[in-house]
């Protein structure tokens, strides 16, 4: 009994990996089964609202891929209706990575308030298709300054910045590289982590048979 319980914790602890998850603004949580729920994977608003100054803020991701299409979105009322503050760009590399200037002051919208509420939703294309989604509801505010955020990238990471038609894309419409998704190479996308699981798995068994 030890022995599948250590088995399944390894197998999903591998399929967590293959997502991504929000660090910084603080994450409404991990539901990792419904990431590809739009628009916040399936969790809904926290009373637990991160405070951020008018201006410049870092947002903090954990890549479990080793290629993603990213894309950073703002709503002020509904995630429903979030528009991008930071457009759809492709990141190659997996672990921490941060993006330590996104910009947002709400004033530009002709919002003089002291505070404002917002959610903050990251989205990255999906796991193979559609979007995998996550939010962070924030509290904007003229005298706060940024507090607890560990921004900082462990890997090389490479960026990659999408022209022509993909720059127009949501990271939910996207693949990696920055063409539209379709029904080929979505079913490539399929086929790479069938591949991916298929070696973790036998892996995982090999370890739990010599045991």
């Avoid at 739009?38 to 803020?57: A, M």
């Avoid at 990251?122 to 979007?131: E, K, M, R, S, Y």
């Avoid at 900082?152 to 939910?172: D, M, S």
Wanted: proline share 5%; with cysteine; net charge negative.
């Amino acid at each position: 009994m030890k022995g599948n319980s250590i088995l399944l914790l390894l197998v999903m602890a591998i399929f967590v990996m293959g997502h991504f998850h929000l660090l910084y603004p603080i994450s409404r949580g991990d539901n990792v089964d419904k990431m590809n729920t739009f628009p916040c994977g399936g969790l809904s608003e926290s009373t637990n609202r991160t405070k951020l100054p008018y201006g410049n803020f870092p947002v903090s991701v954990r890549l479990g891929h080793s290629s993603s299409a990213m894309e950073v979105l703002i709503s002020l009322d509904y995630p429903e209706d979030a528009f991008p503050i930071i457009s759809t760009f492709g990141v190659k590399g997996q672990g921490q990575f941060c993006l330590p200037d996104v910009e947002f002051d709400p004033r530009k919208m002709g919002i003089d308030k002291e505070s404002v509420n917002a959610t903050i939703m990251v989205q990255t294309n999906g796991d193979p298709d559609g979007g995998l989604y996550a939010c962070a509801d924030v509290e904007f505010a003229k005298d706060t300054k940024v507090m607890g955020a560990d921004c900082r990238n462990n890997t090389k990471f490479e960026i990659v910045t999408f022209k022509g038609e993909g720059e127009k894309l949501h990271a939910n419409e996207s693949t990696p590289d920055g063409y539209k998704q379709t029904h080929d190479n979505k079913n490539d996308a399929g086929k790479t982590d069938l591949l991916n699981w298929g070696i973790s798995y036998i892996l995982v068994l090999a370890w739990y048979f010599c045991m």
